[in-house]
């Protein structure tokens, strides 16, 4: 069955960096476009970046842009999301989804890993 | 960036109630429109995608419907696993954006 499960997450100082990363298993990762999602405590979701299936192409939200760098290890079936310059309004609970298959078709996240809390205070 | 503005933000309902929940988006989608749902502490799950194709395994009760900027959710008859949150998110262009949400609560 389809897993994504998210490591890396904790507190860290505004300005500073973390490393999110998530491990899927159960499908073939390589045929499926990556996304990120976050969600800050009791708020709703938002869309942080994504990356293709094999890894030429990524796009990012605004608020993350030039920030953050997501990538890809089809290899080792993992994806990461690198976090530099946090700010406190970066702290959320960060979910890996599988998005699109690389063929076409619709476009949803269809299954999510637990997610991964980053706080970012000093 | 296209807004996703979901209506109510928060529902008041008892299991047996039919419920809708409406999405609007700032700009014209087609269908590419997806709903999920979250429950406290879990990971959201996605219900319906394409504005109106169940999701496998996604009970009957659930069905979407709408195209280009309006959207529904429409939950038949509540059952007491239902009572969760629910967001429309649209996925026609990056950013992809979520609707604010909608809470259904026991009345």
């Known amino acids: 069955q389809v897993q994504l499960v998210e490591s890396g997450g904790g507190l860290v100082k505004p300005g500073g960096s973390l490393r999110l990363s998530c491990a899927a298993s159960g499908f073939a990762f390589s045929d499926y476009y990556m996304s990120w999602i976050r969600q800050a405590p009791g708020k709703g979701l938002e869309w942080v970046a994504y990356i293709t299936s094999g890894g030429t192409t990524m796009d990012y939200a605004d608020s993350v842009k030039g920030r953050f760098t997501i990538s890809r290890d089809n290899t080792n079936y993992s994806l990461s999301l690198q976090m530099n310059s946090l700010r406190a309004e970066d702290t959320a609970v960060y979910f890996c989804a599988r998005d699109r298959v690389k063929w076409g078709g619709p476009y949803y996240f269809d299954f999510w890993g637990q997610g991964i809390l980053v706080t970012v205070s000093s | 960036d296209i807004q996703m503005t979901q209506s109510p933000s928060m529902l008041s309902t008892s299991a047996g109630d039919r419920v809708t929940i409406t999405c609007r988006a700032s700009?014209?989608?087609?269908?590419?429109l997806n709903w999920y749902q979250q429950k406290p502490g879990t990971a959201p799950k996605l219900l319906i995608y394409?504005?109106?194709s169940l999701q496998r395994g996604v009970p009957s009760r659930f069905s979407g419907s709408g195209s280009g900027t309006d959207f529904t959710l429409t939950i038949s008859s509540l059952q007491p696993e239902d009572f969760a949150t629910y967001y429309c998110?649209?996925?026609?262009?990056?950013?992809?954006?979520f609707g604010q949400g909608t809470k259904l609560e026991i009345k």
């Open positions: 394409a504005a109106s």
């Open positions: 700009q014209r989608i087609n269908s590419y």
């Open positions: 998110q649209q996925s026609y262009r990056t950013p992809y954006s």
